[in-house]
């Protein structure tokens, strides 16, 4: 057992944690201090194993630009803040910021290649305490295997047929449409990868799209001509589903808009205290026109600690100049991945990743949780200088390095 243990970095146990800690909190029903506290262990662990010689000078520079604006707003946060839930929440956004050193972290690929072994070996494991903390298989966070699905035809082939049926499980398990579409859309293109000829150009046009399309998307909203979300609007039939809840058996609408009250809201708050440029900082919620979010019993103050759309969190606390900042740091990865590598597969994960940005606009909300962690990973993949220097043949001997029974030291690492 030691043995095993010794055999993967700290590091890689360290974001194997993220999950299974959360996951022991919730079933021993353990105080909120446990959980901060496993978070705080894991952010130091990352912290001492981040090496900046893997990572490309630009995307480091971004990298770090980014967390030191998101502190200064932490810093500015700390002048408005009264009571229980605005410094829980500043708490919780800082923590977050020193999340963002797993790019860092994970542009060395022997840290990444343990991280999604430690998946592999322990999914039974996991999927039972699953079913013990949640009541279903898909309720700890699969994202890792998301990932493996890019790589699949360079996965060894008793390995493929395992993921191939993991992810099946998963996606008849599955309730949220995001869930759903991220699952199908990794998997589509970890086939395409596989079986198919893909043109250069194929990539760098799926870059642009995913990259401008929020965008093209927003401005059409916001003048009236086309709003995405209200899919009623241009998709016929009932798109429905059962779904467990504590409260029994619901019927959950597939095609319902859950997210245009989500803009509404922040932008009406954004221009009510003209904080579009700096953000309110991590001290406020929203305090939009669609819905009463409850008040502050100690500060008086009305709002929403957060919503279900990344990018709105994002412009929400630290203003229009972070969310510019966010968006480079998946332009650039996507593009050193895309137009700066070797292999089809790290192209792949460059398009991936583009998909994240836009993703952003619909979920992806910033929080220390492995399905976040793992987009954090693969920009630092698109930032390491070992994964774009890979062909396809060096790149199947890394991925199947996560498959090994036993692996040594020696296994394929670009130093």
């Given at each position: 057992?030691i043995?095993?243990?010794?055999?993967?970095?700290?590091?890689?146990w360290?974001?194997?944690?993220?999950?299974?800690?959360f996951?022991?909190?919730?079933?021993?029903?353990?105080?909120?201090?446990?959980?901060?506290?496993?978070?705080?262990?894991?952010?130091?662990?990352?912290?001492?194993?981040?090496?900046?010689?893997?990572?490309?000078?630009?995307?480091?520079?971004?990298?770090?630009?980014?967390?030191?604006?998101?502190?200064?707003?932490?810093?500015?946060?700390?002048?408005?803040?009264?009571?229980?839930?605005?410094?829980?929440?500043?708490?919780?956004?800082l923590?977050?910021?020193?999340?963002?050193?797993?790019?860092?972290?994970?542009?060395?690929?022997?840290?990444?290649?343990?991280?999604?072994?430690?998946?592999?070996?322990?999914?039974?494991?996991?999927?039972?305490?699953?079913?013990?903390?949640?009541r279903?298989?898909?309720?700890?966070?699969?994202?890792?295997?998301?990932?493996?699905?890019?790589?699949?035809?360079?996965i060894?082939?008793?390995?493929?047929?395992?993921?191939?049926?993991?992810?099946?499980?998963?996606?008849?398990?599955?309730?949220?449409?995001?869930?759903?579409?991220?699952?199908?859309?990794s998997?589509?293109?970890?086939?395409?990868?596989a079986?198919l000829?893909?043109?250069?150009?194929?990539?760098?046009?799926?870059?642009?799209?995913f990259?401008?399309?929020?965008?093209?998307?927003?401005?059409?909203?916001?003048t009236?001509?086309?709003?995405?979300?209200?899919?009623?609007e241009?998709?016929?039939?009932?798109?429905s589903?059962?779904?467990?809840?504590?409260?029994?058996?619901?019927?959950?609408?597939?095609?319902?808009d859950?997210?245009?009250?989500i803009?509404?809201?922040?932008?009406?708050t954004?221009?009510?205290?003209?904080?579009?440029?700096?953000?309110?900082?991590?001290?406020?919620?929203d305090?939009?026109?669609?819905?009463?979010?409850?008040?502050?019993?100690?500060?008086g103050?009305?709002?929403?600690y957060?919503?279900?759309?990344g990018?709105?969190?994002?412009?929400?606390?630290y203003?229009?100049?972070?969310?510019?900042?966010?968006f480079?740091l998946?332009?650039?990865?996507?593009y050193?991945?895309?137009?700066?590598?070797?292999?089809?597969y790290?192209?792949?994960?460059?398009?991936?990743?583009?998909?994240l940005w836009?993703?952003?606009?619909?979920?992806?909300?910033?929080?220390v949780?492995?399905?976040f962690?793992?987009?954090?990973?693969?920009?630092?993949?698109c930032?390491?200088?070992?994964?774009?220097?890979?062909?396809?043949?060096?790149?199947?001997?890394?991925i199947?390095?996560?498959?090994?029974?036993?692996?040594?030291?020696?296994?394929?690492i670009?130093?």
């Amino acid at each position: 057992m030691i043995e095993f243990v010794k055999r993967y970095s700290l590091a890689s146990w360290a974001l194997f944690s993220v999950m299974a800690g959360f996951m022991v909190y919730q079933m021993l029903k353990l105080p909120e201090p446990f959980i901060w506290g496993l978070r705080i262990i894991v952010l130091v662990v990352v912290l001492r194993n981040t090496n900046r010689k893997f990572v490309d000078k630009t995307g480091l520079k971004l990298t770090y630009l980014f967390i030191a604006w998101l502190f200064f707003e932490i810093i500015r946060s700390l002048f408005f803040a009264e009571g229980y839930w605005m410094y829980k929440n500043i708490i919780n956004q800082l923590l977050l910021v020193f999340f963002y050193f797993v790019i860092v972290l994970s542009a060395n690929m022997r840290l990444v290649q343990d991280y999604l072994a430690l998946y592999w070996k322990f999914f039974i494991p996991m999927v039972l305490l699953s079913l013990i903390v949640y009541r279903t298989p898909a309720g700890y966070d699969y994202v890792p295997f998301m990932v493996l699905a890019i790589f699949y035809g360079q996965i060894p082939k008793k390995q493929s047929l395992f993921l191939f049926l993991i992810l099946t499980l998963f996606f008849f398990s599955l309730t949220q449409r995001n869930d759903l579409i991220k699952l199908t859309f990794s998997s589509l293109l970890g086939l395409s990868l596989a079986y198919l000829y893909i043109p250069k150009w194929i990539f760098k046009f799926g870059q642009a799209t995913f990259l401008l399309l929020p965008a093209i998307l927003l401005y059409l909203a916001s003048t009236g001509t086309f709003n995405v979300f209200k899919m009623d609007e241009y998709i016929k039939g009932d798109y429905s589903q059962e779904v467990n809840t504590d409260e029994g058996i619901e019927h959950d609408d597939l095609k319902a808009d859950t997210r245009t009250f989500i803009y509404q809201n922040v932008f009406y708050t954004m221009t009510k205290y003209d904080a579009w440029v700096l953000g309110r900082t991590p001290a406020f919620g929203d305090e939009g026109v669609q819905g009463f979010w409850g008040k502050d019993v100690e500060t008086g103050l009305i709002g929403r600690y957060g919503n279900e759309v990344g990018v709105m969190d994002i412009l929400l606390w630290y203003g229009l100049i972070a969310v510019v900042m966010y968006f480079m740091l998946y332009a650039w990865a996507s593009y050193l991945a895309i137009y700066k590598s070797k292999s089809k597969y790290a192209r792949g994960v460059g398009v991936y990743v583009a998909f994240l940005w836009m993703w952003a606009f619909i979920w992806e909300k910033p929080m220390v949780e492995t399905f976040f962690m793992v987009d954090l990973i693969l920009i630092g993949l698109c930032f390491s200088k070992q994964f774009r220097q890979m062909n396809d043949i060096e790149i199947r001997l890394w991925i199947r390095g996560i498959f090994a029974v036993r692996r040594k030291k020696k296994k394929l690492i670009i130093i």
